[in-house]
């Protein structure tokens, strides 16, 4: 008895001078306080981890990439969706422009969602089947409804623009929806997979903040006519990516309301199909807006607040040309030429040798070189499919100026650039040209002439030109 009593003794003893040594530290300031979430930052306590998950601690998340490859990473318990993007786009060395998302991703249900930037990833793994899987992927439409919200709400499926005979502003549109005091209602037909049938049946719906609603009679809102078909604060809503062949849903434009507690079961899901995506991104923007809140537009907010304030550390410095010298390293030593013409002169030796160094492979002809400087690229996506190209723009935001190459199908020579624009998906062909015997690229016959795909890229960056819109976001896939 004497032994245990010393051995607790010194225990407490141990723990009592960990304390003191702890608290004799001194304080040390956070030199980038801007770096840190706002106080007013939407974080979920770790008390609301599922039962039985312990509240602190590591634990072991699995990412895949596009390319199917994994990366496993040890996180927190209160690491959010944004944390772990921010985390693997500083492993995978990317370029960090806050279009980056962390996807739930149900093969055997063919069903997946983006995470919302506050969501715990432990609770959200631990609330997946054992087939579930995180992926990693772009997606620049997560909050371009507050950029361009009439694109994403059509009036004749906002309840209040129809009731208001004047036409509605974007910001009041958007201040309707995140109000509280506020009741906002999207209204429209669906088609609605029948419990345990095969088959779909086209119903008047009604989202509100309280649910999805569906009438019984026609279109009408008489409450006993109304039948509530899900909770928005007990469920989320996914995108349905195999509804034709999988759940022989009407037309491609199908998701889900899925409730947190279901583990797969068929039963418990709420198969829907709109008309058009559209009416799809309506539905599903919606239902994210009445769920969030005003917690949405904070996620929004947070990085520009962050990109303004690193702006002050990281300004970048500029050079003026002319600052700069000509130089000549031809002899053992460099030297500055100071006489402009003797410059002038060398310049042109220097242009000369680089031509006869790239011989055929020069850039100015249709060559080897031209042909694979953009391999390389983002925006390259090789030899994909036109099938494969659709889904790789629809699984990044089907936002205007989305765009991807790719090497043409019908001819070997050829490229063809995929471009997204008022959420179609329009293709235009590029194809070399020849004149007084160099090769060119052009996707307008031939009146716009480039050397290469990276300077016809550039140029519809900035000029629209004979597209429907300028490029703005290259669909990425990065391998972890």
């Known amino acids: 008895m004497s032994a245990l009593f010393q051995t607790h003794r ?3 003893l141990q723990e009592q001078e960990q304390q003191l040594r702890t608290s004799s530290l001194p304080a040390i300031p956070n030199p980038f306080p801007e770096l840190c979430s706002p106080a007013s930052s939407p974080v979920l306590s770790p008390g609301s981890l599922p039962p039985g998950e312990p509240s602190s601690g590591k634990y072991i998340v699995k990412i895949f990439s596009e390319d199917g490859m994994g990366k496993v990473v040890e996180i927190p318990a209160n690491m959010t969706a944004r944390d ?4 693997l786009v500083y492993k995978s060395h990317c370029v960090d422009d806050n279009s980056w998302a962390l996807v ?36 620049y439409a ?14 004749h499926m906002v309840a209040w623009c129809q009731e208001t005979n004047h036409a509605i502003l974007p910001s009041q549109l958007l201040q309707n929806f995140l109000a509280t005091n506020s009741c906002p209602e999207i209204q429209g037909h669906l088609y609605m997979k029948e419990v345990g049938r095969k088959s779909w049946k086209k119903v008047y719906m009604f989202l509100r903040r309280s649910g999805l609603y569906c009438s019984t009679k026609g279109t009408s809102k008489e409450p006993r006519h109304l039948q509530l078909l899900a909770d928005l604060e007990d469920s989320n809503i996914f995108t349905v990516i195999t509804g034709k062949k999988q759940h022989g849903a009407p037309t491609d434009y199908g998701f889900c309301i899925k409730p947190n507690k279901s583990r797969g079961d068929m039963k418990e899901l709420r198969m829907l199909c709109a008309e058009d995506e559209q009416s799809r991104s309506c539905w599903m923007t919606a239902f994210r807006i009445f769920k969030y809140g005003i917690v ?20 970048p410095r500029s050079v003026s040309e002319n600052s700069l010298v000509a130089m000549d390293f031809s002899g053992r030593i460099g030297r500055v030429i100071d006489n402009p013409v003797e410059a002038q002169s060398a310049a042109m030796e220097e242009g000369t040798q680089r031509m006869n160094i790239l011989g055929s492979h020069s850039p100015l002809h249709h060559s080897s070189l031209s042909s694979v400087i953009h391999i390389a690229q983002l925006w390259f996506h090789g030899r994909i499919t036109r099938e494969e190209s659709h889904r790789i723009v629809h699984q990044q935001g089907q936002v205007d100026g989305l765009f991807l190459l790719r090497v043409s199908q019908s001819n070997p020579k050829a490229f063809v650039l995929t471009l997204c624009h008022h959420q179609k998906i329009k293709h235009f062909q590029i194809l070399p040209c020849e004149e007084d015997g160099q090769g060119f690229f052009s996707l307008d016959d031939g009146a716009t002439k480039f050397t290469d795909l990276i300077q016809l890229v550039e140029f519809y960056q900035l000029n629209r030109g004979v597209l429907p819109c300028k490029l703005k976001h290259p669909c990425t896939v990065v391998a972890l």
């Not at 772990?84 to 985390?87: A, S």
């Not at 537009?297 to 002050?312: A, D, E, G």
């Open 296 to 315: 949405l537009y904070q996620n929004y907010k947070i990085p520009q607040q962050r990109k303004t304030l690193l702006s002050h550390f990281s300004a």
């Open 142 to 155: 997560k909050y371009e409804f507050f950029r361009n919200p009439l694109t994403f709400f059509p009036e």
């Open 10 to 12: 010194s225990r407490r």
């Open 84 to 87: 772990l993007c921010q985390l």
């Open 104 to 139: 739930e991703h149900h093969p055997l249900l063919g069903l997946e969602r983006c995470l919302e930037d506050h969501e715990l990833v432990v609770q959200v793994q631990a609330s997946m089947n054992s087939d579930g899987r995180f992926l990693f992927r772009k997606n």
